[in-house]
């Protein structure tokens, strides 16, 4: 099976973010020209991050 470069890509971006690397140098890291373009392209995973650690450190009531 062929892993093409930009799955491998994505992923590692992926595994970082979610391992907490700082988004400027998971940006530099993918070769993007500025982190706005890594924003974009994980802004779902990193608003699904933020919500995670706002629940996790209890800075907002969550409704059961």
Do not use: M, W
Request: hydrophobic letters at 40%; a positive charge; aromatic letters at 4%.
């Amino acid at each position: 099976e062929k892993i093409f470069t930009h799955v491998g890509r994505s992923t590692a971006g992926t595994f970082l973010l979610n391992k907490g690397v700082d988004i400027k140098i998971v940006s530099k890291i993918l070769g993007h020209r500025s982190v706005t373009i890594t924003e974009a392209h994980y802004a779902e995973l990193l608003t699904e991050t933020i919500s995670k650690s706002v629940i996790k450190n209890k800075l907002i009531k969550v409704k059961a």
